[in-house]
């Protein structure tokens, strides 16, 4: 089918337990890293080579910091791990009754199975209807978002059609979470600092962000509080909220809102909403919401070797009855968990249930503004908060190099009201865009 | 015909005369700075945003730099030139009898022009022969090349098939210039400290770096002695180098070579040369072995108001009978000389002719080596080669930020032995590549 065909994923077989991972995300990794010290032969597969720190996407697509410098190597992480595999190859089908998954490029057996496979794109059923918006979550996603938001600006000074440039100037995002909240922010400082420097000829007072959300506030995961602030936040970088306000289709020039509104943009940001990313392989039952339901270990349920952390599971608790949240610390929290139960299954120890503890919740909107919410402190916003931010993406960030570089473009970037990081590397967007569609 | 159906280039009319850049390379950039004070409109055409430091452009390609930090923002370099215009566009013809130019998105007249255009692959007719080799002059060539090089590695361990693993894991580079002598270099590198961490799983002695160069000698634009120099480094580096050696096609799998012997190789690096981007316009009398004839002023023979400096140029002097190299420091003095001249030119002061000052040839090989060239003090090699040739490159590479995160990247590549820089943004390059030629 194609440059996998004459491929095999080739793994040599050892006395030592095979645990198979899909997926080398914030779960995944946490795992791979514990895992180290154990008697076990470990593989790792991923369909990039790299691991994405998902958390930081939004400002590659808003030209604040390079693609490398949020993701990392995968192979570099396995490096000093005696026994480990990985492979470059998405995996199709899971078969539980075989202990085998097989990929594009072979079946491989399992002695254990962990399902650390994230997230993806929420279209909720209408795919169809918003193909041509932009989601955000891999990479070579937020590059072509970047590209494409700067484009239109390229294009808005040569075009003397004034309905053509309300829609190149107009930028649409649907969804009020943490991710919609921080690409308009962004955009609203590229609108207000960066930006007029770079085209004196365009009026950005025209120069429009829309952000769409169905419900009634911003940020439902966090305080009603924080909800309001970053409300505010957006007001005042002049960004138009539209609450309560649902969405029925885009045609890449036009978004059709229910109730017959319609706004002009060439473009929109899809974000929202994730789904878990389950893979084939298990019956209609093992799946709760797009989600796979775990037990308190993240044992899939009915399976004794098959485990699911991170965003693709639902471990539904007093606390959580639906789930936890879909976010990076949950998934960092079960994948660390998940490694010390291998050790007391592998010595044949009882597992211990897995307990979220809540680091609280948090989002940035533009420069020098944040909103935080902390667990029985309540929640706070301003500076204090932005600063707070900053500092835990960078821990959370992996590498050394990472860091310094993020670190390097943010002071960089606050000082002098500029982003280093401007360059179109694809043109035509648009047209390639149907192609390159997951 | 594409996304720039509606669009028009759209430049005020004013009282002053309008210089037309074609270009926003080495030359472009300085004219485009110099120019500055002169009571003139300016006006720079590129078809991409950004400026690149092509010399930097190898290290791309083999993981050591992110293509953000060898590219400059071109709108950034005009931000405090009053009356100046960039515009996102690629110029398909000059109509000289008109005094215009002819763009996808409409004519536009000048009354100075200034060509600037650089050079483009030169594959000597056989580029129907070759059009499955990588090209390096532009910085979606470096990142397709840089992941396809690491795709290779993904795809070897997964390859069970001895012939198939061989073609893989031979990478073959076509030119003993700077270019091909820099990624011959850079490959070594890889192979000898950066690659065995990351694929403990292969065998590196069956890694082969083939450069393969027409003529008897590498490095032709640099001294007999560098030449020989620059061999042994590469021989060093247990890089296979073939002189005397002609090529006749290449199938993506297979290179033929001229006298029936053939290399298998997945990989086919094209460094053999370059040749001026020459703009259509001009009688076959103004274009001498693909570049555009001058005077000594950089004036294209028979007109008073077009100019053409740097690569796409050919002026011939009594040094330089076939016009000067097709190289960086020619393109920078002929733009600062050419932006001095143009004070002249308004005040209508005669013109000075230009005159290159040579300030030596230098060519890098991985890690620690150099080969430098001064004029009249000789030539050396080694350590020092190596740092000088560092300290130049930061020295014309424009901004602060890229300066400064080139220098971090250096140093972390040359302490960790390591390469932050490895992701695989596109898959399937293979079949993608056609696609998206020029």
């Known amino acids: 089918m194609d440059v996998f065909d004459k491929l095999t994923l080739h793994i040599p077989d050892t006395d030592k337990p095979r645990i198979v991972i899909i997926g080398g995300g914030f779960a995944g990794i946490e795992i791979s890293k514990k895992l180290k010290n154990l008697p076990v032969?470990?593989?790792?597969?991923?369909?990039?080579?790299?691991?994405?720190?998902?958390?930081?996407?939004?400002?590659?697509?808003?030209a604040g910091l390079e693609p490398d410098s949020v993701a990392w190597p995968l192979r570099k992480l396995m490096e000093d791990f005696p026994d480990?595999?990985?492979r470059m190859a998405k995996v199709n089908r899971i078969a539980p009754e075989e202990k085998k998954i097989y990929t594009a490029v072979g079946a491989l057996h399992y002695d254990y199975l962990i399902i650390a496979s994230g997230s993806r794109t929420n279209y909720f059923g209408m795919e169809d209807k918003f193909k041509l918006s932009f989601p955000l979550k891999r990479v070579p996603q937020a590059l072509d978002l970047r590209s494409h938001i700067l484009q239109n600006f390229e294009k808005v000074v040569m075009t003397q059609d004034e309905e053509e440039k309300n829609k190149l100037l107009t930028?649409?995002?649907?969804?009020?979470?943490?991710?919609?909240?921080?690409?308009?922010?962004?955009?609203?400082?590229?609108?207000?600092?960066?930006?007029?420097?770079?085209?004196?000829?365009?009026?950005?007072?025209?120069?429009r962000i829309v952000l769409i959300e169905g419900t009634g506030r911003l940020l439902n995961g966090m305080s009603e509080k924080s909800g309001k602030r970053a409300l505010q936040y957006l007001k005042d970088f002049g960004v138009d909220v539209r609450l309560n306000t649902m969405m029925d289709s885009y045609n890449g020039q036009e978004i059709f809102l229910k109730g017959g509104e319609k706004i002009q943009s060439q473009t929109l940001v899809w974000a929202a909403g994730v789904q878990g990313n389950v893979i084939d392989g298990f019956s209609e039952d093992k799946i709760i919401k797009g989600r796979i339901a775990v037990d308190a270990y993240?044992?899939?349920?009915?399976?004794?070797?098959?485990f699911a952390?991170?965003?693709?599971?639902?471990?539904?608790?007093?606390?959580?009855?639906?789930?936890?949240?879909?976010?990076?610390?949950?998934?960092?929290?079960?994948?660390?968990h998940l490694a010390k139960n291998f050790k007391n299954l592998l010595e044949k120890a009882p597992l211990k249930p897995f307990k979220y503890f809540d680091k609280g919740y948090m989002a940035t909107i533009g420069r020098k503004r944040a909103v935080v919410d902390l667990p029985k402190r309540g929640s706070f916003g301003g500076f204090f908060a932005w600063l707070i931010w900053m500092v835990i993406h960078l821990f959370f960030l992996i590498g050394f190099r990472n860091k310094l570089i993020v670190l390097f473009n943010w002071a960089y970037n606050y000082f002098t009201y500029d982003r280093g990081i401007r360059l179109i590397i694809r043109t035509f967007i648009n047209e390639e865009k149907n192609k390159k569609k997951e």
């Open 298 to 306: 993240n044992r899939v349920a009915g399976y004794e070797d098959i």
């Open 41 to 62: 032969q470990l593989v790792l597969l991923d369909r990039h080579n790299y691991y994405t720190f998902i958390p930081l996407l939004y400002q590659v697509a808003t």
């Open 309 to 336: 952390v991170g965003d693709v599971a639902v471990m539904r608790t007093e606390h959580f009855p639906n789930g936890h949240p879909m976010l990076a610390p949950v998934a960092i929290q079960q994948g660390k």
């Open 171 to 207: 930028f649409c995002i649907v969804g009020g979470g943490p991710t919609g909240v921080e690409v308009a922010g962004a955009l609203g400082e590229l609108k207000q600092h960066v930006l007029p420097k770079d085209y004196p000829e365009i009026d950005f007072a025209f120069m």
């Open 84 to 86: 480990s595999y990985f």
